[in-house]
């Protein structure tokens, strides 16, 4: 079974990067089906897609954010890293990494998502 | 920009029946959207019920259902149960399943 873990600081301060990595187990995050994403819910609000990216490394990016972010991967490590610059009180949030199937589409496993929390 | 729009809360009774839809702000939605569904409750991430306006995640029950009614993708629970007691959020696609998948604001759905 597949298995996304989110791991990463849970509290940065405001206008510094937010870096959060997600760890795949239980199968490859090589593969032309799949997209590797990452979605975010504020504290008691709804979920926003913020970006993907390929196993080749190519990317797309929400652009309704109107921020800098940069997603990368690294397939060795089975692992795909968020970055969010110059982070606000408004980026405080669930960070969510998930597998989203082209075939479907679907987003079919999610990790169980982690809190950062922005504050000085 | 596209806006997708959900109910924001929605009641039903046990055993009854209730349908949810996901609109966009301008336009119809159609099976080209690639309407999924997602369940939520506090604390966990999203489940996955419907993909493709229609096909049912594996362990799904049956009582979750897909469609398009009208210019709307919709998803019905019939004969609903306590534990559907959740958000739901839909998601559509607006540049084929490769493109920017775009979340609805969610509905809280209360069985009383």
């Known amino acids: 079974q597949l298995q996304l873990r989110e791991s990463g600081p849970g509290l940065v301060k405001p206008s510094e990067t937010l870096s959060l990595t997600c760890t795949v187990s239980?199968?490859?995050?090589?593969?032309?089906?799949?997209?590797w994403d990452w979605i975010r819910q504020p504290p008691g609000k709804g979920l926003e897609w913020i970006g993907s990216?390929?196993?080749?490394?190519?990317?797309s990016y929400n652009p309704s954010l109107k921020r800098p972010v940069g997603i990368s991967v690294d397939t060795s490590k089975s692992q795909f890293s968020l970055s969010l610059i110059s982070v606000t009180a408004a980026d405080t949030a669930v960070y969510f990494c998930?597998?989203?199937?082209?075939?479907?589409?679907?987003?079919?496993?999610w990790g169980q998502g982690v809190l950062v929390t922005v504050s000085s | 920009q596209t806006v997708v729009t959900q109910e924001p809360s929605v009641s039903v009774s046990p055993g009854g029946s209730v349908t949810l839809t996901c609109a966009l702000t301008?336009?119809?939605?159609?099976?080209?959207?690639?309407p999924s569904w997602y369940q939520q409750t506090p604390g966990q991430p999203p489940r996955t019920l419907i993909y493709?306006?229609?096909t049912r995640s594996s362990g799904v029950p049956d009582r979750f259902s897909g469609s398009i009614v009208g210019n709307k993708a919709a998803l019905t629970i019939t004969g609903a149960q306590a534990e559907d007691e959740s958000d739901y959020y839909c998601?559509?696609?607006?540049?084929?399943?490769?493109?920017?998948?775009?979340f609805g604001g969610g509905t809280k759905v209360t069985v009383l």
């Open positions: 239980g199968g490859s995050i090589v593969g032309s089906a799949f997209r």
């Open positions: 998930a597998r989203r199937n082209y075939y479907g589409p679907v987003i079919d496993f």
């Open positions: 301008s336009g119809s939605v159609s099976s080209s959207h690639y």
């Open positions: 990216i390929y196993y080749s490394g190519a990317t």
């Open positions: 493709r306006t229609t």
């Open positions: 998601v559509l696609y607006m540049d084929s399943g490769s493109g920017i998948p775009v």
